[in-house]
C-alpha cells in the first residue's frame, strides 16, 4: 500500500460521500486526511471559522475572486486544481500586486473518485506553493449525484500592491503598443481535445501557470499603462474591453499574434477562431511606444516569455478593434456573443 | 412593466443560457443588469480584475470563507442569496472582527429563471447592506443543464479584529458556561419543511440573520473566552469540537436549551435529532461562570437574543458531551456520523 493508499483509507470510502459534506466525523476526516494534507501552512487552521492574516500596512490590499468549473476536471498541463490557483493569482498578478492570500471553496459531486479529488487538491497545493500564496480557509461542500459536475471550485486571492503603481484602460493613449507575453489560445484547445469529443488528440497542452514572472519584470518598465490575462473570452475580448473603455481604436496584426501550429490547425478544421480562445498563463500588456521594445526585451527573457511578441497598436478614431490579415486584409473582431467553449475555465 | 422586468429585459431571455458565462456581451449584460445593480457600491468595479480594499493597519484582518448549496434555493425567512452572506459574516463576528468586504461567487445552472436569480442577488444585496459590508469583487460562471443544483454561492469575508482580542478554546477553563443566543434548529427545520418532501408546511422561518449586534455586546463581557455560530451539524458538533479542543467535559440541560415548539414537534415527529439542526443567526458562547449571568442579560437586551440561555457547564472529566434529559436521565451526544439533511446550507 502506497503512503497515499494509506492516508486516503481512512476516509472509509473510495467515493465521495453526502456525509462526506454534513459538518461531522467524515467530514472532518476528508478535511484532515486530504484538504489540509496538501494545502498544509502555518496559518490554515482547520479548526477555526476565521484566520488572522498578516497584512503589510505600507501596501495596498487587492482581493479578486474566481470560479472554476472545466470539464474535464483534468487535461494535459494541468487540471481544476492547479487552474483554480493560477487564474486568481493572475488576476492579482495583472493588477500589479504581489498574491499573499488564496481562500478555497469546494463544491464536490457524490460519487467523484476520491483519488481523483486527491490529485487534484494534491496540485492545487504545489501550485500555490510555486506561486508563494498560502490557503487559509476553505470551505467543502458536497452536493447529491447529479447535481455537480463532478467538481467546483472558487477561490479569492489577496495580494499586496505597492501603492506607487497605476495601472488601467485610463493610462493608455494613441501610439502604446499592445504585447501578449507569449502563443494564445493552448488553453482552450487543450480541454477541448481533453474531452474527445471530436475523437481528436494532441500533444498540446495548457499555458496554465502563474504569470508573477512577467507581470513583475513589466512592472519595472516605465511604460508600463495596463496588463490583463486573457481567458474566458480570450485575446479579443482583453482588447475590446480596452476599445469600450478607452474609446480608442485597435488594430493587430495577423503575422505578429504568436498562435501555435496545433492550435492553429484544430481552429481551421472546426472553425473556432483563437482570438477568442482562453488562455490561462499568458499576459496581455499596453505600453508607450517609446518603451514597447525594452518591454519586449523583458519578456523574452524569461522562460514563459520566449515568445513574447508585440501584436497591435492603438489610435484615435471608432473604438474598433481590426484585425490586419496576414494577407492586407481586415477583418473587424466582433464581441463575442456565443460560447464557442463552454466550460473551459 | 415594472422596473425590474424593464431592467431584466435586456438579458434578451428569461433563463439563463450557456452564453451569459462566456465572458462576452451576454455575461456583461448579466453582471450589469442584475448582479451589480443588486451589489453596488463604491468600491465595486466590473471591469477590473482585482480591486483595493483600503485596511486600517492598526487592526488585525480576519479572512474566512464559505460555500452555499442549500435546496430549495428560496425558503420561509430567506433564501441562498442573504444565507450566503450571513454564513460568512457570522464567521467573521464569531472570531471577534467587525465584517467590511465579500467577494462572491456564482455558479448558475443553465436554465435558472432570470427573475428568481434577480430576487436571490437582491436579498443578497439587502443582506450585505444591513450587516455593513461591500461586495467588492465576483465571478460568475454558467453550467450546462443537469450539471449544478440551479445555484451554488461561494463568499469569502475579509473583516477587522481588534489586536487585544484573545478568543479561542484554548482560553477555556472548567465551570465556564456555555450560553446560546436564541433557539436551535429553526434554519434546519425551515429549510426542509420547504422542500415539501414530507408534505408539511408550516410558519417556522429560518433563523438566517448577521450576529453582528450579538457578537459586539458578548465581546464587551470580559469573561468571554469563546464564540461560535452553530450551522452545518449544529449545537453539538459545536460543542463536540470544544469538547475535543480542550479535552474537558461538557453537560448541557435539556430543560435550559430553547427549540421552538414546531421545531420540536416535527423532530419528534420525523426522528430528528434537534442537536444536530443546522442555526444560521445564533451564537455559541463560552463565558466565565462569574460574568454569565452579565453575558445573559446583554444577550437578552438585543431583539436576536431575547431567547438567549445558559445551557450547560464544562468541568474536568473525560471530554464527553452529555445531554442531562428533562426527566434526570443522561444521554451522550455522538459525533455526527450520517447526514440528517443534505443541502442544508
Known amino acids: 500500500m502506497t503512503t497515499a493508499e494509506k492516508r486516503l483509507k481512512n476516509l472509509q470510502s473510495q467515493?465521495?460521500?453526502?456525509?462526506h459534506g454534513n459538518g461531522g466525523r467524515f467530514m472532518r476526516e476528508l478535511i484532515d486526511n486530504l484538504f489540509a494534507y496538501h494545502l498544509n501552512n502555518s496559518l490554515l487552521d482547520t479548526n477555526t471559522d476565521a484566520t488572522a492574516i498578516p497584512i503589510d500596512g505600507t501596501q495596498e490590499v487587492m482581493v479578486t475572486t474566481?470560479?472554476?468549473?472545466v470539464k474535464p476536471l483534468e487535461f494535459p498541463g494541468g487540471n481544476i486544481g492547479s487552474l483554480a490557483v493560477h487564474g486568481t493569482v493572475n488576476d492579482l498578478c495583472v493588477s500589479g500586486a504581489v498574491p499573499q492570500y488564496l481562500t478555497l471553496n469546494a463544491?464536490?459531486?457524490?460519487?467523484?473518485?476520491?483519488?481523483?479529488l486527491d490529485r487534484i487538491i494534491a496540485s492545487l497545493g504545489t501550485a500555490a506553493k510555486e506561486a508563494n500564496v498560502s490557503v487559509v480557509a476553505g470551505d467543502t461542500k458536497v452536493v447529491a449525484r447529479g447535481e455537480g459536475g463532478g467538481l467546483y471550485l472558487a477561490t479569492t486571492g489577496v495580494g499586496l500592491r505597492d501603492k506607487s503603481i497605476k495601472l488601467g484602460t485610463s493610462q493608455i493613449c494613441p501610439s502604446d503598443i499592445i504585447l501578449v507575453s507569449g502563443p494564445i489560445g493552448d488553453h482552450g484547445i487543450a480541454v477541448m481535445l481533453a474531452r474527445e469529443q471530436f475523437g481528436?488528440?494532441?500533444?498540446?497542452?495548457?499555458?496554465?501557470?502563474?504569470?508573477?514572472?512577467?507581470?513583475?519584470?513589466?512592472?519595472?518598465?516605465?511604460?508600463l499603462k495596463f496588463m490583463r490575462d486573457p481567458t474566458r473570452g480570450g485575446l479579443a475580448s482583453v482588447l475590446h474591453?480596452?476599445?469600450?473603455?478607452?474609446?480608442?481604436?485597435?488594430?493587430?496584426f495577423e503575422s505578429q499574434i504568436p498562435i501555435r501550429e496545433p492550435v492553429r490547425s484544430v481552429c481551421e478544421m472546426l472553425g473556432y477562431d483563437p482570438y477568442y480562445l482562453a488562455c490561462e498563463g499568458r499576459v496581455v500588456a499596453v505600453v508607450s511606444e517609446k518603451q514597447a521594445d525594452t518591454a519586449l526585451a523583458a519578456l523574452q527573457t524569461l522562460a514563459d516569455?520566449?515568445?513574447?511578441?508585440?501584436?497591435?497598436?492603438?489610435?484615435?478614431?471608432?473604438?474598433?478593434?481590426?484585425?490586419e490579415t496576414e494577407l492586407g486584409g481586415e477583418r473587424f473582431l466582433e464581441l463575442l456573443e456565443d460560447d464557442p467553449l463552454p466550460r473551459i475555465c
Do not use: W
Open 107 to 116: 463544491f464536490i459531486e457524490e460519487g467523484l473518485e476520491i483519488t481523483q
Open 305 to 323: 516569455g520566449k515568445q513574447a511578441a508585440k501584436i497591435g497598436i492603438l489610435s484615435e478614431g471608432q473604438p474598433h478593434l481590426i484585425l
Open 200 to 223: 481528436m488528440r494532441g500533444d498540446l497542452q495548457s499555458d496554465s501557470a502563474n504569470v508573477l514572472p512577467l507581470s513583475q519584470a513589466l512592472l519595472k518598465i516605465p511604460g
Open 15 to 19: 467515493y465521495i460521500q453526502l456525509a
Open 66 to 69: 474566481d470560479g472554476f468549473t
Open 241 to 252: 474591453e480596452i476599445c469600450q473603455s478607452t474609446g480608442l481604436n485597435i488594430r493587430v
